[in-house]
Structure formats: C-alpha cells, structure tokens
C-alpha cells in the first residue's frame, strides 16, 4: 500500500547491525540504503501509465482503476523474483565497485535483460532495463553519500530485494519468487480472513506494523525516545469510525476512499501549534502514525460492531 516495504527492510538490516556490533550511524547508513534497494522492484509500475492512455474524461476512481489494471501487466513479476534478486545484488554490488572494475557489472546486468527479453518479450527487457538502472544508481549513492563497501552494498541489496515480495502476499496478485522459472510458491494472496474488508483492514495493520518498526528503529538509532513525539491530537482518529457509516465498506478491489481518506488523518500530526510553529519532523511523523493507527482501529471496531 505504502511504505511497508522500506521500513521493513530498514529495520531488519538496522537491527541486524546493531546485533552484529555495528555503531548506530553504520547502522542508520546500512539501513537506509537497504529501504532504497527495498524500493527498486516497484520500479515496474514505469508501465502503469499506459493504462491511463485513451482516458479522456474518466473519473478519478476509474482513471485509478485503469492505472492498476495496466501495472498488473507485469508488476510482481521479474523484479520481484528471489531467483533474480541473487544475481542483481551481485550485479548492483560490482557497479558500486570502484571505476576500473565497475565494468565487471554490465555482463551480470545485460544478462539479467536478456533473460527477461527471452521470457517475457519486449516489455520484459524494458522493465528489467529499468530495474537494474534504478539498482545500480542506488548502489552508486550508496557508496558515494553512504560510504558502503560493495560487500555491504551486496548484503543491503539482497536483503532489500528479497524482503520485498514478502510484503505483496496480502495484495494483489501473488509475486513470482521463481521467475523465471515455472514453479510456484504462492498460487494467490494469503487471505487474512474470509470478509474481503476485514482483510483489507488487516493487510492495512500489517503494513502499519511495518512502519511502526521502521518509526521506532530510527527513532531507537537516533537516541530519542518515541513518547516525546507523540502529541495528543492522534487521538482525534477515534473520530474515523464514523467512517464506517459514511463509505462503503472497502475491498483490495475498492480501497481508494478508505486508503486516502485514513492516510489523510495522518496530517494532524503537521499542523502547527497554538504559537503557528511547524512541529519537528520526528513529532510530525510519530503523531500523524499514531493518528491513522487509531483511525484504523476504530474503523475495524465500528465495522465489526454495525
């Protein structure tokens, strides 16, 4: 849905840091460049866009609807692949290399499109082109702002690239971990409960979840504690049950009112206080979290009690 992804993977590898004796900036560095990596197999929704083509007066829900039916194209397919991730790490390692041997990269990473040429055609090539682009500039900034080795950049890498599709198995079409292969893992989305609203609600609190490790990670590396940011104006998402009563109830099919409408709550977390001063940017992000968390709480309460 949102940012689950990154804040996962920026946890696991911050975390795991930690524990292997790493300095907390290391670890704050080797973090962040994983949740970049973790961000890299979305790149294949650049296709999304042609579904918008030949819209003229569509309304917002079905220009939305046309632009997710086109990313279904080939979303979660090669650049989702753990069979695929392996090699790319390698690849986007080597390109972090230093620049008499950055070369070493391009046979991993053509070899990577010309699979993906064979397999999956022309669109195939393309979005693998995307992808190992997108990598290799990450692996590039990780290295120059980050100050990485490229064994680290080989390590965040894989760990963005593999930890990602994990978090698809509750939306959407089920990624293809084995691409190119034949074989399957999941043969669909794992089904959190048999009400197509109460799976989206509790698709939604894993994704929050996700957020939440990856708030309090930061927050954790940073030396600040997490109650001094929260404001209690989060608690003015209890109001969202009302929602309940409002909207219809939500699906994974027709999730835009309920998905906008209670990331919108989150924005009480930016405004300013009685002296019009902008709160600081952990405050804004601990309270407007706290406040779509207790939003989504109450949803769930209200429509399991109407």
């Given at each position: 849905?949102?940012?689950?992804?990154?804040t996962l993977a920026f946890a696991l590898v911050a975390l795991a840091a930690l524990r292997l004796?790493?300095?907390?900036?290391?670890?704050?560095?080797?973090?962040?460049?994983?949740?970049?990596?973790?961000?890299?197999?979305?790149?294949?929704?650049?296709?999304?866009?042609?579904?918008?083509?030949?819209?003229?007066?569509?309304?917002?829900?079905?220009?939305?609807?046309?632009?997710?039916?086109?990313?279904?194209?080939?979303?979660?397919?090669?650049?989702?692949?753990?069979?695929?991730?392996?090699?790319?790490?390698?690849?986007?390692?080597?390109?972090?290399?230093?620049?008499?041997?950055?070369?070493?990269?391009?046979?991993?990473?053509?070899?990577?499109?010309?699979?993906?040429?064979?397999?999956?055609?022309?669109?195939?090539?393309?979005?693998?082109?995307?992808?190992?682009?997108?990598?290799?500039?990450?692996?590039?900034?990780?290295?120059?702002?980050?100050?990485?080795?490229?064994?680290?950049?080989?390590?965040?890498?894989?760990?963005?690239?593999?930890?990602?599709?994990?978090?698809?198995?509750?939306?959407?079409?089920?990624?293809?971990?084995?691409?190119?292969?034949?074989?399957?893992?999941?043969?669909?989305?794992?089904?959190?409960?048999?009400?197509?609203?109460?799976?989206?609600?509790?698709?939604?609190?894993?994704?929050?979840?996700a957020i939440w490790l990856g708030v309090l990670t930061y927050l954790h590396l940073t030396e600040?504690?997490?109650?001094?940011?929260?404001?209690?104006?989060?608690?003015?998402?209890?109001?969202?049950?009302?929602?309940?009563?409002?909207?219809?109830?939500?699906?994974?099919?027709?999730?835009?009112?309920?998905?906008?409408?209670?990331?919108?709550?989150?924005?009480?977390?930016?405004?300013?206080?009685?002296?019009?001063?902008?709160?600081?940017?952990?405050?804004?992000?601990?309270?407007?979290?706290?406040?779509?968390?207790?939003?989504?709480?109450?949803?769930?309460?209200?429509?399991?009690?109407?």
């Amino acid at each position: 849905m949102f940012a689950g992804h990154e804040t996962l993977a920026f946890a696991l590898v911050a975390l795991a840091a930690l524990r292997l004796g790493r300095s907390r900036p290391e670890a704050l560095a080797l973090g962040i460049a994983a949740a970049a990596f973790a961000a890299v197999p979305d790149v294949d929704m650049v296709y999304a866009p042609a579904g918008l083509m030949g819209l003229d007066s569509a309304g917002a829900f079905a220009a939305a609807n046309a632009f997710w039916g086109a990313s279904t194209v080939v979303h979660r397919a090669m650049t989702h692949s753990l069979v695929v991730a392996v090699p790319a790490a390698l690849g986007f390692a080597l390109a972090a290399h230093d620049s008499r041997n950055r070369w070493l990269a391009v046979p991993v990473l053509l070899a990577l499109v010309g699979v993906a040429a064979v397999s999956s055609g022309a669109l195939g090539a393309f979005v693998m082109s995307v992808y190992v682009v997108a990598g290799a500039a990450v692996a590039v900034l990780a290295t120059r702002r980050l100050n990485l080795r490229s064994r680290e950049v080989a390590a965040v890498a894989l760990a963005g690239l593999v930890t990602h599709p994990f978090g698809d198995l509750f939306t959407g079409e089920a990624p293809q971990f084995l691409y190119p292969l034949s074989g399957v893992v999941f043969d669909g989305r794992v089904a959190l409960a048999s009400d197509p609203t109460l799976h989206l609600l509790g698709a939604f609190g894993v994704e929050l979840a996700a957020i939440w490790l990856g708030v309090l990670t930061y927050l954790h590396l940073t030396e600040r504690s997490p109650w001094r940011h929260l404001n209690v104006r989060a608690a003015g998402g209890a109001a969202y049950a009302l929602a309940a009563f409002v909207i219809a109830p939500p699906t994974l099919d027709t999730s835009y009112q309920f998905v906008f409408s209670v990331l919108a709550v989150g924005f009480v977390g930016v405004v300013p206080d009685w002296k019009r001063r902008l709160p600081p940017l952990p405050t804004a992000a601990v309270t407007g979290l706290a406040a779509v968390t207790v939003a989504g709480l109450a949803y769930a309460i209200a429509y399991v009690a109407a």
